[in-house]
């Protein structure tokens, strides 16, 4: 009998491990210390390392890459091992309850693939967007305070299939610099308005991108977001009200997907950075950009 967690033990597993050792061996880590964390043998992260492992279908590698980058990202940047196995463990559930899976696993498993969404009663997403935030702000707020702005910053990720403002994670008071230290409370849905707004009228253009933050503007920084290759939009925002600014920061990914878009500000409105993800370690990684180009 072939259960879910013996799919992904078998079938993805071998390629998640492979790749997350490419990715932060790419990084510099060692092959020792890889292997320590993906609990392997040298020996095999030498064999992932020189192209030695199965694959799954191409769809499925598809949606796995985004999340072996993330979490093998997180690690390389000093993220604890536990907390690595609780992202990935995430994201597979997602997965899983998107039904990405469901098709592989119902070949793997010999049953029909409707029978899968039966199977898989998983908790709901809401404490996980909770984790998540949490991981990604404990991971960012060491170096973050140079480029917090006058009107703090906030760091916003939503459910997927948000509606409103309650299924928008974020921080509460923002997160405050105070003599070069940056200070932030945990996470709670519905802490932010703006944020929240500017996110759920992006994923109506691009459901995806579900995570944003807020950074200052400044020559500086627009020299980072040219170094750091970003596709950046720029809007400008100044004498508008706060749901016409809403609209106006998420009006490019009409068009397109963007890292970042820059509001050049205006009357009353201070020249901002929004910087854009699909979860909110992919938006640190584009923040740590920014800081590793800035010096």
Known sequence: MRIPCL????????????????RMYSMGMKQGDIARYLGTTQTMVSKYLAGNYRSPPPEVREELTPI??????????????????AMLSQRLMELFRRGVLCGDYSRYAGIPEEACSRIMKFEEERPNVLHSLQ????????????????????????????????????????????????????????????????????????????????LRHGEDVENALKLAGFRVAR????????????????????EAQYDAVVDEGGRGVEPLVYVFGRNPMEVVDKVRKLLEVMG
């Open 7 to 22: 799919y992904i033990a078998e079938e993805l597993m071998p390629f998640i491990r492979a790749k997350m050792a490419e």
């Open 68 to 85: 072996i980058e993330e979490v093998a990202s997180f690690l390389a940047l000093g993220g604890r091992k536990e907390d690595g196995i």
């Open 135 to 214: 991981l990604a702000l404990d991971s960012v707020v060491d170096v973050i305070a140079p480029l917090i702005p006058e009107v703090r910053s906030n760091f916003v990720y939503a459910v997927g299939g948000a509606e409103d403002t309650s299924d928008v994670a974020a921080i509460p008071g923002r997160i405050t610099a105070v003599k070069g230290r940056a200070f932030a409370l945990p996470p709670e849905f519905g802490a932010s308005r703006f944020m929240a707004g500017i996110v759920l009228e992006v994923m109506k253009f691009r459901p995806e991108i579900r995570s944003v933050i807020n």
């Open 235 to 254: 809007v400008r925002t100044g004498g508008l009200n706060e749901g016409d600014a809403i609209a106006e920061i998420a009006r490019p990914f009409r």
